[in-house]
């Protein structure tokens, strides 16, 4: 199944992990999610930037806490993304046997598109129905 919608994300600077603090970021993510999945992000990103233009990567865990499909519970995202000189690649999938409540079993793998400063993502899922 197929769930559509968009988010506000804010990011806030946190301390960098304990590796080289000039390449590596910490951020804190809090979102707001709309549409299909109604309901609330938090998580934690590191990202570097190279020395070459364009190249960058990061990765994130967020935990969910949402109501999809009419049903409610939390689920973890992790996200994986890279950008090769210009050119994105962006995998965020839901952490496997990560989901709670009445989205127990949920898996799925979410696409994230920004337009305008505007996010909209489409989560591709299969949540089983609970005994």
């Given at each position: ?16 992990a304990?590796?080289?603090?000039s ?48 049903k ?60």
């Open positions: 199944m197929d769930a559509t919608g968009t988010f506000v994300v804010e990011m806030t600077p946190a301390p960098a304990p590796t080289d603090q390449t590596v970021g910490h951020m804190l993510l809090s979102k707001t999610y709309s549409g299909d999945i109604a309901g609330t992000g938090e998580g934690h990103m590191l990202m570097v930037r190279t020395a070459t233009k364009g190249s960058a990567g990061y990765v994130a865990i967020e935990k969910v806490a949402a109501t999809l499909a009419g409610s519970g939390t689920f973890l995202l992790q996200h994986h993304g890279i950008m090769d000189r210009g050119t994105p690649s962006l995998t965020v999938s839901v952490v496997p046997d990560s989901a709670n409540g009445e989205l127990l079993g949920l898996s799925g793998t979410m696409t994230i598109e920004n337009s305008d400063g505007n996010h909209h993502y489409t989560f591709n899922y299969d949540l089983p129905a609970l005994p």
